[in-house]
């Protein structure tokens, strides 16, 4: 490949204890807590938007929080985001748990869908009250290393080119950008030929009217609706990567006329659509090959250094941790992930990744931070036993229960497209 050298001088355009990398559901999780640990954090997107997948990716459904059997495995700001989602806008909180105390056993699982401008909103209003300083339209492009550690990062954006200086970075762009780009090794994922979008029709503004529920409007439209399993994707296709420039721009140039193929016949004046992903819908792109590499087998297992017990969202009964350990990688001191670029394979990774351990992964990350600052330690040297109590002090519940693990079969469960 042709290349070409330069070298450049940059404005530092600020200094900050935590800077996060991506304002998705985790990034915005590990800023709210860095700043509620006392620390001048700084949260860096690329969209003017946050919420990242579960917003302009347009996946606002909190899968389950809940063992399948009535009691609530993730909790902390897990809990407070899904409340938050639904604060203002519509719900679809199952009626059993409507009040929070479902009865004994209940089969119903806990989660919800949430208006997303409203959820998008409200976490920049969260944002702003927690003290936490926001770049939006702005690129996290490049780490500035010295031998592991990160003294900052290079930023795009309409100012131009810029450094910003942190103590410790977190890396939530979902697709270990900053990670990478540190040196950090990291598993590369495929995706599968998935583009949901929504719309509404006649049908869906009538129904709504019926049943005075406005969480009715709105209806799916695609332009390529395989699932996790890759189910619908059409056969001999090729898989998206989804870190690479060209494999992006293709995924999108093919999924519009997909979608317009799709919908290209049909009455114009029935229907419209009214929401399109302004993020690809990959589900694993990169992630951190962590100190620890998460899989399904780790089932049931406790971990000394849990950071989160959580559920599996397709299988009833079916219990983890996730350990601290998925978030690091020794060698480089200051830099830590949560969220979909948490260190998994295989089911392992598609466990993690989904909005309620994100969320977990990121408060983990936030405090975590913090604690590294505070010490002076590497973050993967602190002390996992006071990073367990803030935790559990913020209602995460670290280790599950083992009354609540059935041996045997656990049930299969379609909670729809993850
Ligand atoms: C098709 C599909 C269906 C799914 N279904 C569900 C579901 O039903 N329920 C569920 O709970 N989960 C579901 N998920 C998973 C879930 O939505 C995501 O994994 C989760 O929201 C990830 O959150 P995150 O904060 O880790 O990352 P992301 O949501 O990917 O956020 C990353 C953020 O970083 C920003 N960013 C990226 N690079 C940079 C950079 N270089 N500089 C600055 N900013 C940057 C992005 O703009 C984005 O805002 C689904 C995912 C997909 C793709």
């Not at 954090?41 to 917003?55: F, R």
């Not at 550690?149 to 200086?165: A, D, F, P, Q, S």
């Not at 408060?363 to 935790?391: E, F, P, V």
Request: with cysteine; glycine share 10%; hydrophobic share 40%.
């Amino acid at each position: 490949m042709e290349t070409y050298k330069f070298t450049e001088e940059v404005a530092v355009a600020g200094s900050y204890d935590v800077i996060v990398a991506g304002g998705g559901v985790a990034g915005v999780a590990a800023a709210v807590s860095a700043s509620r640990m006392g620390k001048k954090a700084l949260l860096i997107e690329k969209t003017i938007t946050l919420g990242g997948l579960a917003t302009i990716g347009l996946i606002n459904f909190f899968v389950p929080m809940c063992n399948g059997r009535g009691t609530k495995i993730i909790k902390g700001m897990a809990q407070e985001f899904f409340d938050l989602s639904i604060k203002y806008g519509f719900d679809t909180v199952p009626s059993d748990w409507k009040d929070g105390n479902p009865p004994a056993d209940t089969k119903q699982r806990y989660v919800t869908k949430f208006s997303i401008p409203i959820f998008i909103v409200a976490l920049t209003e969260l944002l702003k009250n927690e003290g936490v300083d926001i770049l939006f339209d702005t690129v996290v492009s490049k780490p500035v290393m010295e031998g592991g550690v990160c003294r900052g990062v290079i930023v795009e954006n309409k100012t131009g080119r810029e450094m910003y200086l942190c103590k410790m970075i977190v890396d939530t762009t979902g697709d270990a950008d900053v990670l990478y780009r540190a040196g950090v090794p990291t598993i590369q994922g495929t995706n599968f030929q998935t583009f949901l979008a929504k719309g509404v029709t006649l049908e869906t503004c009538e129904e709504v009217v019926k049943t005075g529920d406005i969480a009715k409007l709105t209806c799916g439209y695609d332009g390529g609706f395989a699932n996790l399993y890759g189910k619908n994707h059409p056969e001999g296709h090729r898989f998206w990567k989804g870190t690479d420039a060209h494999d992006v721009t293709d995924y999108v140039v093919e999924s519009h006329i997909n979608l317009l193929n799709n919908i290209r016949n049909d009455d114009r004046k029935t229907r419209d659509i009214i929401q399109l992903p302004t993020m690809p819908q990959f589900r694993t792109t990169r992630c951190i090959e962590g100190d620890y590499v998460f899989t399904q087998e780790d089932v049931y297992k406790h971990f000394d250094d849990s950071v989160g017990a959580i559920c599996d969202f397709e299988r009833k009964n079916y219990l983890y941790e996730v350990p601290f350990g998925t978030l690091v990688r020794k060698g480089f001191p200051n830099i830590i992930t949560a969220g979909r670029c948490a260190s998994g394979k295989g089911y392992g990774w598609d466990l993690l990744r989904v909005i309620p351990p994100a969320i977990i992964t990121g408060q983990a990350a936030g405090i975590a931070a913090s604690m590294a600052i505070d010490s002076g330690k590497a973050i993967y040297d602190i002390d996992i036993k006071s990073l367990q109590k803030t935790l559990e002090e913020q209602d995460v519940i670290i280790h599950f229960d083992d009354s609540l693990v059935i041996p045997g079969e656990a049930e299969k469960v379609d909670v729809g497209h993850i």
